[in-house]
């Protein structure tokens, strides 16, 4: 199973307005209310390729309450194993072939704080797509609790073929969680990914993860650079493993020890991108699972979150999208000179 | 007793941000959360002036159950009657005094829905104080739901000595909602303020309230004049026993059977007006309970929704401000030649 953490899980809610007017009064005239936090998005598009994947992060109160009745309504109806036992991923088949697509549980394994989950709200004005964000800033989560999720995550790692760290730290957490998290990993010989911005990506880089997935402006705060090779390079350098940078609708850089590869969609295409890096990390962590190789990897990665912008519905991929794009992503490899 | 009746009942979440920029990702730096709807805010406020209240209405889902844990903590720790018995209102002092001060129960007699009490969020821009809103629709009501809704609402008007119809309606509900519940309260007996807008105003005037209590806005919907004196006159001929027009920081314009008043505030107070009208309805119905004279009652309408006003959070009000205003609300006799 692949395992995957978000600290400071969400419950989404998206509401349609006409148009956002700063001091106005509106009227939402549609609402959806999802489970979110990068780390469950990332486990939503695993369990649609066929990986049994277990959730695991903080969830409280009320919101998180909803959250988990959300998140249990993702699983196809069979019992699963929150222990996440050492089953091999469904139909391994290398190459440039889809994911298998029987969609696989996505186990509950959050620790229950006592703070309340927080919402985040995407305003999305109906003429235009344009999303204005708000983000609630999570719960307190005390000494007590990070200690349960350490637990929790040491047992889970016994299980995992691999594991992603997700997304921003809930009020309480210290900067370095993510760092402490990588540790554990990389002990357990688990192939650990983080995706997160900031001092907490600095931070947890030291550690030495074996793939960062910064974006454009998570790199350049890391680095200082916006030339993308430059900043990739950079990265590496500072610890992480492979550093596979995403370039919006230019596709991804991935700086591997391994070799270097670019990877771009045939096209640009409109849509929204919220969730397409998330569909990124899926497809990054199902290939590595399935033993592909690099440039399969990252085909399919590119393909994904390429499918998500498409996809009429925020965070979700448009599955025949995916299908029709993944044997068209160009990949290119570099010479190998600043390996 | 003193009843009131919120149809759309909804959480209110209130966001701060340093300033609300449209389509900007925004972090929300501070939160609340309290249990919402006209007639809860009426009710809360008749709570602190010492009158017992039930509140009746619609709550359903996860954030239903929010809304009652949050009403349940605003009564104080006493065993509550929730039939409501026909007990006076404490210390009826009729003259200018504040009401009694110990906080009186607010009793929950909601119906539970199946569908999801709405949120409504206000941003606030902290540097200027000014307020975006963000309203969901509200839960669809079925129409057995709207049937034990009169049926409980039925009983509960047996033990009350005045009710307060307050708010928007909920998706599924019929448009002449209010004024079938105005004409029920008639026929028991119950003196009835109906506190609502648009074509729901229009048709529950119709049943003849005692008395509606609109802003200017309100108002000139109803009646196409933005003239207070005629329109308020006008709204009296379409059936309400008793109009007071909000004229907003000018205080009040009474049109009833016993005389017209006017009713100013000593001064104009900066601050936040949310919530003023909902503390002019329970100024007036614990005056009308309490047998006070209707310059009296004006004070206190006025007293109250200035002192909201003044409250630095939003809905409350600021005790030593209204017992300060209270005798300073000036009151103004006109010539009965309308009436």
């Known amino acids: 199973m692949i395992l995957t953490v978000t600290l400071n899980t969400a419950l989404d809610l998206t509401y349609g307005v006409p148009e ?17 936090g990068k780390g469950l998005n990332v486990a939503r598009v695993l369990s649609a390729l066929g990986h049994r994947t277990v959730v695991t992060g903080f969830a409280g109160g009320a919101t998180g309450a909803v959250l988990r009745e959300l998140l249990a309504g993702l699983s196809p ?20 072939a889809p994911a298998p697509t029987a969609p696989a549980p996505v186990t509950d394994a959050l620790v229950t704080v006592a703070g309340n989950t927080r919402r ?24 007590d ?19 992603a760290l997700c997304g921003s730290l809930p009020p309480g957490i210290h900067v370095g969680a993510y760092a402490e998290l990588v540790r554990s990993a990389r002990t357990a010989g688990v192939p650990v990914l983080l995706d997160t911005s900031g001092e907490p990506l600095r931070r947890g880089i030291a550690a030495r993860p074996d793939l960062i997935k910064p974006n454009a402006d998570e790199l350049a705060q890391l680095t200082g650079s916006r030339e993308p090779m430059r900043a990739t390079r950079d990265a590496r350098r500072r610890g992480a493993h ?20 670019q990877a771009a969609p045939p096209a640009r295409v409109p849509g929204n991108p919220t969730g397409a890096g998330d569909s990124a990390v899926a497809g990054l962590l199902s290939g590595l699972v399935e033993g592909l190789s690099w440039p399969d990897r990252l085909r399919r990665a590119v393909a ?22 993944l044997p068209r992503v160009g990949i290119e490899e570099h010479a190998p000179a600043a390996r």
């Not at 609790?145 to 594991?163: I, P, Q």
């Open 20 to 36: 956002l007017v700063p001091h106005a009064s509106h009227r939402v005239s549609e609402m959806s209310e999802r489970p979110g």
């Open 77 to 96: 109806q069979e019992p699963a194993d929150p222990g996440g036992g050492p089953d091999a991923p469904q139909a391994p088949e290398p190459g440039t």
């Open 120 to 143: 985040t709200i995407a305003v999305v004005d109906r003429a235009t797509g344009d999303t204005t964000q708000l983000n609630e800033p999570g719960p307190l989560v005390t000494a």
């Open 145 to 163: 609790e990070w200690a349960a999720l350490l637990g929790r995550y040491e047992e889970l790692l016994a299980g995992a073929d691999a594991v």
């Open 242 to 261: 492979g550093v596979i940078a995403s370039l919006g609708p230019d596709g991804m850089l991935a700086v591997t020890p391994d070799g270097i590869w």
């Open 304 to 325: 994904l979150s390429t499918a998500t912008v498409l996809s009429p519905t925020a965070g979700d991929f448009d599955r025949a999208a995916y299908e029709e794009l």
